[in-house]
């Protein structure tokens, strides 16, 4: 049974890294499209610069949630790597409770906005802004189950990865 969820996790894994591809190979060509309007049809626009930044907004958010490892994620470690595993385990799990205690108590704050936003709509490309700012929503909610996911994993005994300076690598 735990082959088949890690199966169904690698599975749906690479489903992310698919959509982020389509999302970044997205604003890419509409970079490319604001490009030859203006400087080859000299015909200024609009809507690719706001597609551009609502793309941005949502692979950097959606990236950050269901793409980016544990593991590749940036951080200042000199004290964290240079401990040992317990206390490795008790670092993180004051880190992790302060992420999830802060997300859970902003949570109900990002709803409200989002839901708010419903009434007002993008210059351009008229998209409703709490359908571009759901995002966020999405990405809250995923950081919360890592966190009590990678906490229940540290209770259970499995102390985070101690950091091996000469296997740093930059997530190729």
Do not use: C, H
């Not at 597609?51 to 994620?73: H, M, N, Q, T, Y």
């Not at 490795?88 to 108590?105: K, P, V």
């Amino acid at each position: 049974m735990e082959t088949g969820f890690a199966a169904l996790g690698a599975w749906l894994y690479r489903r992310a890294e698919d959509i982020l591809m389509a999302m970044l190979a997205t604003m890419f060509f509409a970079f490319l499209l604001q490009i030859v309007f203006r400087y080859v049809l000299n015909w200024p626009t609009g809507w690719t610069n706001e597609l551009s930044a609502i793309l941005w907004i949502w692979i950097v958010l959606f990236g950050a949630a269901f793409v980016v490892k544990e593991e590749e994620e940036m951080r200042f470690d000199l004290i964290y790597a240079s401990v040992g595993a317990r206390t490795r385990s008790a670092m993180f799990l004051i880190s992790a409770i302060s992420l999830i205690a802060l997300y859970g108590i902003s949570f109900p704050a990002v709803l409200d906005y989002v839901a708010f936003m419903r009434v007002e709509k993008t210059a351009y490309l008229k998209l409703r802004f709490d359908w571009v700012f759901s995002i966020y929503v999405i990405f809250v909610i995923a950081i919360i189950a890592r966190y009590i996911w990678l906490s229940w994993q540290v209770l259970r005994g499995e102390a985070p990865e101690e950091f091996d300076p000469t296997k740093a690598q930059s997530g190729i």
